[in-house]
């Protein structure tokens, strides 16, 4: 069991119990109750696809991954585990680690554009009513057709405020446009920039190329989202990963079924993601996931209970770890009923019966066999993580930051011109053709002309934007997944 013989070794019950890599781009689900050792054995799978070359994307929700990066030793319990299991050749090792932080602090910042976001997702962030998110959509429309690009919250903000000032003029071609709406969605993003959504919207955006990396040794980085601070608005937490995946999706191209994954991405507190979802983007989520397989990518979900996960989506995750559930109450006991039909069960074994005796670190594992049909479940130990269990230091984390390839380049934000500077330009002009036509008056009036030199302001100010919007005919905006696989246009 080697750290590099290209297995996946997970477990270990009579033999040892791999996950194929051929077969872990098909998904897979780690559940079960509160301490039970869900983490460890997200922990030990990274390690294995980190040694294999595959580079790993994570969340931090509790903040105890950090020392993935360092060789571990640390805990006797993992010794006791080895000499357990009578892991011959166990060596400790650390992996490399790049972390990553929406607040810029515990890791590289991470950005990106309101753009890229897409009014679908940017409606569930900001938790929308329907007509809100309508008005939302045409809001985009609009900054699209006049070419006004929407990188940052003040450029949302301004694009709404247009919008709204000037909606009898976009009344014909969008459709109504209410006043109360755009109020809420502004009251909206306020709230957002006081949970640090203005640091999460801007550029340079994240290249997800980025999170893609090996190392000189060629094992996989594992990129470690910080995600403790994040967990107080789950709302954004679930929708920016929701981003990332859809991002992934549309950039990668089709591979088929590789050899072994080209990223593997860990999605904790998966029921966050489906939590109060609408139907459509449910259905958006489970197509992506479905799809994402012959792009390389395999999903792992990490919740507590399987039933936490839609059917259209637990039906497509076909390497299973399932940790201990608790039976207290007859609703746990349904559940705990409902999880065990999932698997198949081996010859003699009650697996709803076994799922609520497992002791911490053991669990029901069940991985795709080389044909990619589920094996029969077994009860077994997790293996024990070769990485240090307690975490970094702040001193130590800020030493693997700044080490890492991607340092300086996401470190200093950049503004470039975009919808915001480009209105506040046009107001101006507005205002001074506004001043040079009342001068125009004062001039005609003081000649004693009799007749009115003045032009509509309002009306200059129409073709004062029309001649700028004409002079950018040609121009559109790029939106990546989140604009066209939920129904906008490239």
């Known amino acids: 069991m080697g750290a590099h013989d290209g297995s996946l070794v997970i477990a270990k019950a009579q033999s040892d119990i791999a996950i194929i890599p051929k077969m872990a781009n098909r998904h897979g689900l780690v559940a079960g109750a509160t301490g039970t050792g869900k983490t460890i054995t997200l922990r030990v799978m990274a390690e294995r696809f980190s040694a294999i070359g595959v580079p790993v994307f994570m969340a931090d929700v509790k903040g105890d991954l950090s020392a993935l990066c360092c060789a571990g030793g640390d805990n006797p319990k993992v010794k006791e585990r080895v000499a357990q299991l009578g892991l011959e ?25 309101i753009s890229e976001m897409g009014p679908v997702l940017l409606s569930r962030i900001l938790m929308l009513n329907d007509i809100q998110s309508g008005v939302l959509t045409l809001t985009f429309r609009v900054a699209d057709d006049n070419g006004l690009l929407l990188l940052d919250l003040k450029d949302l903000r301004a694009m ?35 949970q ?33 601070r994040l967990m107080a608005s ?42 109060d979802a609408p139907k459509a983007l449910v259905e958006k989520i489970e197509q992506v996931v479905r799809l994402i397989r012959s792009k390389g990518v395999g999903v792992y979900f990490i919740t507590q209970n399987p039933l936490d996960l839609p059917e259209t989506v637990l039906g497509q995750l076909g390497n299973r770890v399932q940790h201990a559930l608790r039976a207290f109450t007859p609703r746990d006991q349904k559940n705990v009923k409902a999880a065990a039909e999932t698997f198949r069960p081996g010859p003699g074994m009650d697996v709803t019966k076994a799922i609520t005796e497992l002791g911490v670190g053991e669990a029901l594992v069940s991985f795709l066999d080389e044909k990619g049909a589920p094996t029969v479940v077994e009860r077994a130990f997790i293996c024990p993580p070769r990485s240090r269990l307690a975490p970094l230091s702040p001193q130590e984390r800020q030493e693997v930051i700044r080490k890492s390839l991607s340092y300086g380049h996401y470190e200093k934000a950049v503004d470039r011109e975009s919808a915001f500077e480009m209105l506040k330009k046009r107001s101006e002009q507005a205002a001074r053709e506004q001043e040079k036509i009342l001068e125009q ?17 309002m009306s200059a100010m129409v073709k004062s934007a029309a001649h700028a919007i004409g002079s950018q005919v040609g121009r559109q905006i790029i939106r990546g997944v989140l604009g066209s696989i939920f129904g906008g246009r490239k």
């Open 441 to 457: 008056k004062q001039e005609a009036k003081e000649a004693k002309k009799g007749r009115s030199q003045g032009e509509d302001i």
């Open 234 to 275: 789950p709302k954004l937490y679930a929708t920016f990963l929701l981003w990332m995946l859809s991002e992934l999706f549309e950039m990668l191209p089709e591979v088929g079924d590789p050899d072994k994954p080209r990223l593997v991405f860990f999605f904790d507190e998966a029921h966050l993601l489906f939590d």
């Open 160 to 194: 709404l405020q247009f919008v709204g000032d000037n909606a009898e003029q976009f009344k014909t071609q969008y459709g109504n446009i209410s006043a109360a709406s755009i109020g809420a969605i502004q009251r909206s993003l306020l709230a957002l920039e006081e």
């Open 196 to 228: 640090g959504g203005e640091r999460f919207f801007g550029e340079p955006a994240l290249n997800l190329e980025d999170l893609m990396q090996t190392d000189t040794s060629g094992k996989g980085v594992i990129n470690i989202f910080t995600a403790d």
């Open 89 to 113: 050749g166990f060596t400790f090792e650390g992996f490399p680690v790049a972390f990553w932080d929406v607040y810029g602090e515990q890791g590289h910042p991470v950005r990106t554009t």
